[in-house]
């Protein structure tokens, strides 16, 4: 692997973005700014689901972007819970209950739209355990460091759901992606990003060289005020968390 620190995400994301639009891998609505939908998504969905920790678990969350789709229908398909992020957590949580779906809605369910009008709010103290974590990425390295589109939703997803005891270290994390996003260069990473276990190409199924301990819940101190208040579940929490502390300042000394 490149040791090359010089590299940035944003250059190895435009690098990934142009690639994918010269080659044609990328499908509508465009790579640029966005985790790419790309030509093989399905084949890579396919792969997850050979996986024994896709057929073992029984909640998946998966992230609300067009390549990741046909895992989500899958995941109704085979009976799972699915935890569907809203887009920017602006709405907080969806969960999808394919009991509760009829089976011919499941694809439509597995859109973006589908899934504000078959799943249900949920508070994140109310989600089930989550057994996989399935996420998008511009680009993923062997050693399971992912580079997003540069927003950090995926990452405070994960802490929300740390932060409820609904993910932990052992909990899988997955990402499906097209070949050409696997790329060989090393580069700087920060205590919230979130590290891959996997990595499902429409050819490969890849085990990441991870050494890094998955992040423990949300890092306040690296938050910028404007995106917490942005999220109101974040929010919500931030001054829960804020409010126990001004309490707890205030008890006499033992």
Do not use: C
């Amino acid at each position: 692997m490149k040791k090359d620190k010089q590299i940035t995400k944003e250059e190895i994301r435009n690098e990934i973005w142009r690639k994918m639009t010269e080659t044609g891998i990328a499908l509508f609505p465009g790579a640029y700014g966005r985790i790419p939908n790309f030509i093989g998504a399905e084949e890579a969905a396919k792969n997850l689901i050979q996986l024994d920790l896709w057929k073992k678990a029984e909640v998946v969350k998966v992230n609300p972007d067009s390549p990741q789709r046909p895992v989500r229908r899958y995941a109704l398909m085979h009976g799972k819970t699915l935890i569907m992020p809203t887009p920017r957590i602006s709405n907080g949580f969806l969960k999808l209950d394919p009991k509760r779906i009829d089976e011919r809605l499941y694809d439509y369910a597995s859109t973006i739209k589908g899934g504000f009008q078959y799943g249900l709010k949920t508070d994140p103290k109310d989600i089930p355990k989550i057994d996989l974590v399935v996420v998008g990425s511009v680009a993923v390295n062997m050693n399971g460091d992912r580079i997003g589109k540069g927003e950090g939703y995926s990452e405070i997803e994960w802490g929300l759901m740390r932060e409820y005891g609904k993910v932990s270290e052992d909990t899988p994390v997955v990402t499906t992606v097209h070949d050409i996003q696997v790329v060989d260069y090393e580069f700087k990473v920060e205590p919230y990003d979130v590290p891959v276990d996997m990595i499902i190409t429409p050819t490969r199924i890849i085990k990441t060289n991870r050494v890094r301990e998955k992040p423990k819940g949300i890092y306040w101190d690296l938050m910028e005020e404007e995106k917490i208040s942005s999220i109101p579940i974040l929010k919500e929490l931030w001054m829960r968390r804020n409010q126990m502390q001004s309490n707890h300042s205030h008890l006499p000394p033992q």
